[in-house]
């Protein structure tokens, strides 16, 4: 119980030098949610959507023109009299104005395509909104990433400490004549060893809070621990089909993936309905008048028009055009329909394989927690063989080891856990911010 004690009060230790400025996970989420590129570029991929639906609404709406035209000129005059002919120049001033309103009264493509283009702009708010689970789970990837390269980190320094002082005893022992010159050297390359390790799992820990920057645009100083209390439960092995059921109906891809097929179909009609004919109407104000006084006294001249009228067209014959893009668009919406049937069983395998891997990272984790407790009895055993003469100082720097090795072991199988735990919600479509608060509640200091 000694070693025990110890190695869980030198990790501790450890833990608290790296407390400082530490980062949560939901921070960290809050911060990639305002700075990733990734997202920036989706949300604002749905506010353009939305953009093609005001310009789709106008293609139903009434369009309305008007124009005015102002005019100065000269003009000359003659009035003949009894013995010659008298001329004048005099100025005329010209305007014109006219407004046309015009109306699609039946053009079925236009209504439909306007139809396609909404739900195109709903398509694109739903792949905002799975742009947000993306990178809910790459946040939580990377950053389950830094905490593992944190406690191995932990574990090192709390693994360098104990060897130090294993080789400070064994060093004291040879000096008064207990042990021989090779069991220091075996401690001292252990321990030199063991420095190295140290210095590669720094480099590893500064990599995996750089690698936050590409989501926050900045890195933090450090991350959080998570407690030894962060449950971990098996999910019920009768209760994987449902799951999957779940799934492929309630996927996020597979929603937008019909959510692009309805595009589709819509786009198709539109285009049968391009055939048919079209009606429109148009409603024109034409004013026009002169102003100024010739010779003679005339004076303004003001006209007033209107008009009303209906034009009908049809697309008779375009060389076959038309059918081509109406045959073009039914195989790609039949393709469209493949895609989501292949969708639809990757989903299936890829959650029933995450739900399997999470009940056997469940198991890892009990399986785990017993591989360290037999390490420590181990350690226990061979560091008494070791006081009493049946041991050598390899054998116990060997089992010293085997615990650090096992405490890791153990750390990343309950990192290995929740992450797959997101993953299989994600694939299932339940995924949501209060998962990484289940996750945030057993992050300590």
């Keep these: 119980m000694q070693k025990k004690t110890l190695l869980a009060?030198?990790?501790?230790?450890?833990?608290?030098?790296?407390a400082v400025a530490a980062q949560s996970l939901l921070e960290t989420?809050?911060?990639?949610?305002?700075?990733?590129?990734?997202?920036?570029?989706?949300?604002?991929?749905s506010e353009s959507a939305q953009q093609d639906v005001t310009s789709g609404f106008a293609n139903v709406l009434p369009s309305v023109s008007a124009s005015v035209n102002y005019g100065v000129g000269t003009e000359s005059f003659q009035a003949p009299t009894d013995e010659e002919s008298l001329a004048f120049d005099f100025d005329r001033q010209r305007l014109s104005a006219s407004l046309q309103v015009q109306q699609n009264i039946f053009v079925l493509a236009a209504f439909t395509a306007y139809d396609a283009v909404k739900v195109n702009a709903s398509l694109k708010e739903m792949e905002a909104a799975q742009a947000e689970q993306d990178l809910l789970v790459t946040v939580a990837e990377k950053y389950i990433n830094a905490l593992k390269a944190k406690e191995a980190l932990d574990v090192l320094n709390a693994q360098l400490e104990a060897v130090d002082r294993q080789y400070e005893q064994t060093q004291q022992r040879y000096d008064v004549g207990l042990v021989t010159i090779t069991d220091v050297l075996d401690a001292e390359?252990?321990?030199?060893?063991?420095?190295v390790s140290l210095i590669r799992a720094e480099s590893q820990y500064d990599i995996a809070l750089q690698d936050l920057y590409t989501l926050t645009g900045s890195v933090p100083d450090g991350v959080m621990s998570i407690s030894e209390n962060v449950p971990v439960d098996a999910p019920a092995e009768s209760g994987q089909q449902k799951w999957v059921d779940f799934a492929v109906s309630n996927h996020p891809e597979v929603l937008m993936a019909q959510k692009g097929l309805e595009v589709g179909?819509?786009?198709?009609?539109?285009e049968r309905e391009r055939l048919l004919p079209s009606v429109g109407g148009q409603f024109s104000l034409d004013y026009s008048d002169v102003f100024g006084s010739d010779p003679v006294g005339n004076?303004?001249?003001?006209?007033?028009?209107?008009?009303?009228?209906?034009?009908?067209?049809?697309?008779?014959?375009?060389?076959?055009?038309?059918?081509?893009?109406?045959?073009?668009?039914?195989?790609?919406?039949?393709?469209t329909e493949q895609n989501i049937e292949m969708l639809k069983r990757n989903i299936a395998v890829q959650v029933a394989n995450l739900y399997r891997t999470v009940r056997a990272d469940a198991e890892n984790v009990d399986a785990q927690i017993q591989a360290l407790e037999s390490r420590e009895s181990a350690l226990q055993a061979t560091t008494v063989g070791y006081d009493v003469g049946t041991r050598n100082i390899v054998e116990v720097l060997n089992a010293q080891l085997a615990v650090f090795s096992a405490q890791n072991a153990l750390n990343n199988a309950r990192y290995d856990y929740l992450l797959n735990l997101l993953r299989?919600?994600?694939?299932?479509?339940?995924?949501?911010?209060?998962d990484l608060d289940s996750i945030e509640q057993y992050l300590v200091n």
Excluded: C, F
Excluded at 189 to 195: F, M
């Design 29 to 45: 989420y809050e911060q990639a949610v305002a700075n990733d590129p990734s997202l920036a570029i989706a949300r604002l991929q």
């Design 9 to 18: 009060s030198l990790v501790v230790a450890t833990l608290t030098t790296h």
């Design 189 to 195: 390359a252990t321990l030199d060893q063991t420095r």
């Design 299 to 335: 004076d303004n001249e003001q006209n007033w028009s209107a008009s009303v009228g209906i034009s009908i067209g049809m697309d008779l014959y375009s060389g076959g055009a038309n059918q081509a893009r109406i045959a073009k668009q039914g195989i790609t919406n039949n393709i």
């Design 424 to 434: 299989l919600k994600q694939a299932a479509g339940q995924l949501s911010i209060a």
């Design 265 to 270: 179909e819509l786009t198709l009609k539109a």
